[in-house]
């Protein structure tokens, strides 16, 4: 099994590929360009399986993280491509994410901390 400081890791750097493809842009710009939204909604779905990859009793460990809602996004992602709310993926990508990748930081830095550099 792949360690699941790795998989924290994954989030991380996809929580940061989804700042960058949106960063300046507006929603409108966003909602207009179909390879941004391809971007973001590959790193959402990135997001979605680190989540789900890693074991339920660290998950349970770290209750103040969504991962259900998490793995939930990503499979309404997955199976549900074009029925996708695009405004709803921007705001996921705008408001959420970052307080994601905050509380996944935390994470890491506090299970591995041997690691925390290196984010």
Known sequence: ??????????????????????????????????????????????????????????RSRHSEVPWSKIVAFRNLVVHEYFGLDWPIVWDTATTLVPVLREQVAKVLSSEFPEASGSN
């Open 1 to 58: 099994m792949r360690p699941e400081r790795l998989y924290l890791q994954d989030l991380i750097d996809a929580a940061d590929n989804i700042a960058f493809h949106i960063s300046g842009r507006s929603r409108e710009q966003f909602l207009g360009d179909r390879t941004v939204r391809a971007a973001v909604l590959h790193e959402l779905t990135v997001i979605g399986e680190a989540a789900a990859r890693l074991a339920e009793e660290f």
